[in-house]
């Protein structure tokens, strides 16, 4: 047996419990390993300073086996928990994404304008980045626009069999002939170069007419529904141009769309604000009361010092009701049941395929926005911001824009981040939540710094529990 020589100490890792069984969140490779009494208690030595390997085996012997205690700094040498002290420790990954990384999702802006007047709208309340009535581009993209956006598509593509083409606005449903005419082309582009497109949309569900709720299903487009729970909590924020509330127009709508559209799972998009965070009643209620297959929540995306700015206490009020909510989703898993809360899942999943992420989504990487003139962006919140452009949907992304973008916003630029154990899920936070809060995108969202910790702390207590009690369940994660 090969013994490990001279002093070692602690890595980068984060201990969790779950099951009764304890834990290692490995970083950077975001790794998850279940490890054993002894195996434990090295570490807990190592946390009082390095040890020579023959130390921590004399320190513990009257506890385990030598043989054990050897097995232990092995694999824990070998997972990388531990290492020779005074080695450099693992930096944060610095390798940018290859030349030409496909892209995947294109979110096409269809239309600038909207029917709603929500208090919190990023695009016109007020916190906008630009006022998109106030730009060159029309009110409403054209077809030609909308074409020459899906073979940008099929092209940035590359080698991918399928790309996802999501229409957004304003509310999208006001330019519905585009969408029909779109579809019908990117299909047929689409079998013409061997590609698949998918196709998904979101809406505030005030315009869903029958005819457009039997295209959606025969389309099997992707359907999300911004609601924000009760009707007082929906007619709160989300009101017409007039300051009447819109609970009563979309509640008929949106429950004729979940009787009719069963060919995708429908799901509900709850922005969350510091009078709106009765957690577990918005979920039941779009679950339960609405139908829908799935929920998201989003704390508002705003500066401080607005009347809706969730505070401190809010915060700590989400978490534990996130926490109540994802315990409910376990048990359902447990039993191989659903349970529409995306928020756990999304995170599990990530956790289940070790993502250790250099960049805090595919922003302007692998998801671009398209604005209604054709103009691409870094996403579709950056729509109409020339500060936040990289390209035309006639001439291609500008890869030179695209490389300074992505150097300068690796988290390895992000020093706050470099000793945080939760970077491989967050690195850094939302780009258009930095802007807001900090006017630039290169900023880390340190306000949500504890939020994201303890968040991340409660998902891996779940996949701990579910890999113990249901493992074959995680299977779901590997798609």
Not at 301 to 325: H, K, N, P, W
Request: contains cysteine; hydrophobic residues 35%; negative net charge.
């Amino acid at each position: 047996m090969i013994r490990p020589v001279g002093q070692v100490a602690l890595r980068e890792f984060h201990t969790f419990e779950a099951a009764g069984q304890k834990f290692l969140y490995l970083v950077p490779s975001a790794g998850i390993f279940q490890i054993d009494a002894a195996s434990s208690a090295i570490l807990d030595l190592l946390s009082w300073g390095p040890r020579a390997p023959g130390e921590v085996v004399n320190s513990l012997s009257d506890r385990f086996p030598a043989d054990r205690l050897h097995d232990g700094l092995t694999e824990l040498r070998h997972i990388r928990a531990i290492g020779d002290a005074g080695a450099p420790v693992d930096q944060v990954v610095n390798d940018l994404p290859p030349e030409g990384f496909p892209l995947t999702t294109m979110v096409l802006n269809v239309t600038n304008k909207c029917n709603l007047a929500c208090t919190y709208c990023y695009e016109y309340g007020e916190d906008q980045i630009v006022d998109p009535t106030c730009t060159d581009d029309p009110k409403f993209m054209a077809d030609e626009t909308a074409r020459e956006g899906v073979e940008f598509l099929l092209r940035e593509s590359g080698p991918l069999e399928v790309a996802h083409l999501t229409f957004f606005g304003g509310e999208t449903l006001l330019n519905f002939p585009v969408l029909q005419d779109t579809v019908a082309y990117a299909r047929r582009r689409g079998e013409e170069v061997g590609k698949r497109i998918e196709f998904s949309l979101t809406t505030n569900a005030t315009l869903l007419r029958p005819d457009i709720i039997e295209w959606l299903a025969d389309n099997e487009i992707g359907v999300t529904v911004s609601i924000d729970g009760p009707q007082e909590m929906q007619d709160r924020m989300r009101v017409f141009h007039s300051g009447k509330g819109s609970y009563e127009t979309v509640k008929p709508r949106i429950r004729e769309l979940l009787r009719r559209h069963k060919s995708r799972p429908i799901g509900a998009r709850v922005t969350l604000t510091r009078e709106n965070l009765d957690i577990h009643r918005i979920y039941h209620h779009l679950t339960e009361d609405m139908g829908f297959w799935e929920v998201g929540f989003a704390p508002v995306t705003t500066s401080s010092g607005r009347d809706y700015e969730i505070t401190d206490e809010g915060y700590d009020r989400m978490l534990r009701q996130f926490d109540e909510l994802g315990r409910e989703w376990l048990e359902h898993a447990v039993e191989n049941r659903h349970h529409g809360f995306t928020n756990v899942k999304d995170t599990l999943e990530e956790i289940h395929k070790g993502v250790s992420k250099a960049y805090p989504c595919g922003a302007g990487l692998g998801l671009m926005g398209v604005t209604t003139g054709g103009d691409v962006s870094l996403c579709h919140r950056f729509a109409y911001s020339s500060d936040h452009s990289f390209g035309t949907v006639a001439e291609g992304i500008d890869r030179e824009r695209q490389r300074d973008f992505l150097e300068e916003h690796h988290v390895k630029n992000k020093t706050e981040c470099h000793t945080c154990w939760a970077r491989p899920i967050c690195s850094g936070g939302c780009y258009h939540e930095a802007y807001t809060r900090h006017g630039e995108t290169t900023a880390p969202n340190l306000h949500f710094c504890t939020w994201v910790r303890t968040w991340t702390h409660t998902c891996l207590e779940i996949y701990g529990e579910l890999s113990e009690r249901n493992p074959g369940y995680l299977a779901r994660f590997d798609h």
